[in-house]
């Protein structure tokens, strides 16, 4: 017979192995939410299925897009919790194009709990379809190039991270009207002429000449890290914290949802971790709510004389979902935009290949954006240093 506290051992073992099988699915899961989902089920109890298929689902699902992908993972790991390896191989679909988003799905939840059931298990259970994919695969960083970031796992997280700090960035020059003396340019420097003729008297005259000298153009980042965006939030920290460890006194960086926060000295610390975790603690509404309208006009009344300059590139990284105002959103938008040199939007969900940008916020906001890209994985990005360098 088994005793009342070997079953709560057993009950929150289970429920932590669930937790990791979510997040190496894709879904953003930590202590916190495996706290709440402990207490939860510590007032319902397990009598009924829909009760805790429920209440897990309030407290592990933060968008409509995760739903799916949730409801797999749970009626596959909790079939049989204390047997992840036959779980894994348990009634499989048929092979189908990776085109199809509930293959996609459901392969990230098997490839989840087969990797949770222990790396001498999963070796023995190779499927028609991970044998297609060692075929077809033939490099894994070009794989993880083209992943998107909200199906990480721990384990591509951190490679990815460390790709992210190997990236170079170039900002695009700017020409400033400060001039260079040289030999090479259009204006006679007649000032330092005289001073070479009477540091080499009695020599041929040299001419000294002033050209025109550039500067790497300053970068404002915006970025919002309410709920929706939760899944993408943490990579674009770290994608923000190597831009700011490239170019130190070149680059000012906003975090936003509900109110809008100078994150810049924060990223100036050299550990990507302990920086992303300084701004973590900093935010007070971290995954809450979005008021893209009233952040953006905090910025244009209090920060953009200090740290926006006519040269500058602004990037605003967000997928559109605001809860505000709409017309203060476009009032605001439209006065950023005469502020600064180029103003460029960033959103993850162009990733996806059947996205429209239907929603109020980004109709309001696309004509008065120079440019609107995908920022959802790696590939994305190196595509935005491609544009940035072109400026």
């Known amino acids: 017979m088994i005793e009342p506290a070997d079953r709560a051992d057993n009950i929150t073992r289970h429920l932590i192995s669930f937790g990791r099988v979510l997040r190496r699915a894709g879904l953003a899961v930590g202590t916190r939410q495996n706290i709440d989902a402990l207490r939860a089920l510590s007032i319902l109890g397990l009598r009924k299925r829909d009760d805790v298929y429920q209440a897990l689902y309030s407290i592990f699902v933060t968008g409509h897009e995760q739903a799916a992908l949730f409801d797999q993972a749970f009626h596959m790991f909790w079939r049989a919790p204390a047997q992840l390896s036959q779980t894994a191989t348990f009634e499989l679909p048929a092979f189908r194009s990776p085109q199809d988003e509930k293959a996609k799905q459901s392969r990230r939840v098997r490839e989840a709990i087969a990797e949770e059931a222990g790396p001498a298990k999963r070796g023995r259970q190779v499927t028609r379809e991970a044998a297609a994919d060692v075929v077809l695969t033939y490099s894994a960083t070009e794989v993880l190039r083209q992943k998107d ?114 994150i810049t000295r924060s990223l100036k610390l050299r550990d990507v971790d302990d920086a992303v975790g300084l701004v973590a603690g900093k935010v007070n509404d971290w995954a809450g709510g979005t008021r893209i309208g009233e952040s953006l006009r905090e910025f244009n009344f209090d920060w953009a004389r200090r740290v926006l300059r006519s040269s500058s590139v602004v990037l605003i990284i967000s997928d559109g979902w605001d809860r505000g105002e709409i017309p203060l959103l476009e009032r605001e938008i439209a006065r950023l935009k005469r502020s600064c040199y180029r103003l460029i939007w960033l959103n993850p969900l162009l990733g996806y290949r059947d996205y429209e940008p239907l929603t109020r916020g980004i109709q309001v906001v696309l004509p008065h954006i120079d440019d609107f890209l995908p920022v959802h994985n790696l590939a994305s990005i190196e595509q935005l240093g491609e544009v940035m360098a072109q400026l």
């Open 149 to 262: 970031f909200a199906a990480f796992s721990t384990e591509e997280e951190a490679q990815a991270k460390r790709l992210l700090a190997q990236m170079s960035w170039n900002l695009g020059d700017r020409k400033v009207r400060r001039l260079r003396t040289g030999r090479d340019g259009r204006t006679l420097d007649l000032r330092q002429t005289i001073r070479w003729s009477l540091r080499h008297q009695g020599e041929l005259l040299k001419l000294a000449r002033r050209s025109r000298t550039s500067r790497p153009r300053d970068l404002v980042v915006l970025c919002d890290i309410s709920g929706s965006m939760e899944r993408y939030s943490r990579m674009l920290l770290h994608f923000m914290h190597t831009v700011a460890t490239i170019q130190t006194k070149r680059v000012e960086t906003f975090v936003f949802g509900t109110r809008l926060t100078r």
